[in-house]
Nanobody
Framework: QVQLQESGGGLVQPGGSLKLFCVAS????????MGWFRQAPGKEREAISC??????????YYADSVKGRFTISRDNAKNTLYLQMNNLKPEDTAVYYC??????????????????WGQGTQVTVSS
């Protein structure tokens, strides 16, 4: 019954923006650190961002590849996680996954076998 559902992906030109959404069902999103992974064709899945359970003054992690361009946020009352993606580049093309994290800090994170994952949403950046 626990489900994470991503949406908001699509086709966008380089330099454009997209906002991804992740809605949690049948569990309380605010209990968990949350974040985003992505997997590009031929590459391993990588963590790009996560944040702790608190809204506002929370620990937030960004991969160097997206730092300064992507912004993670959450609305615990709506059981929703967001990823605002600006100045998109072709190398951002990937399937983006929402997931729970065990821990999330500004400089590191951890996941485990009990974490939940969504089905993913495709982001394609192309001219």
């Amino acid at each position: 019954q626990v489900q994470l559902q991503e949406s908001g992906g699509g086709l966008v030109q380089p330099g454009g923006s997209l906002k991804l959404f992740c809605v949690a069902s049948e569990f309380t999103l605010g209990y968990y650190p949350m974040g985003w992974f992505r997997q590009a064709p031929g590459k391993e899945r990588e963590a790009i961002s996560c944040m702790s359970t608190n809204t506002g003054d929370s620990d937030v992690y960004y991969a160097d590849s997206v730092k300064g361009r992507f912004t993670i946020s959450r609305d615990n009352a709506k059981n929703t996680l967001y990823l605002q993606m600006n100045n998109l580049k072709p190398e951002d093309t990937a399937v983006y996954y929402c997931a729970t994290f065990r821990l999330c800090y500004s400089g590191s994170y951890s996941t485990g076998p009990n974490d939940y994952w969504g089905q993913g949403t495709q982001v394609t950046v192309s001219s």
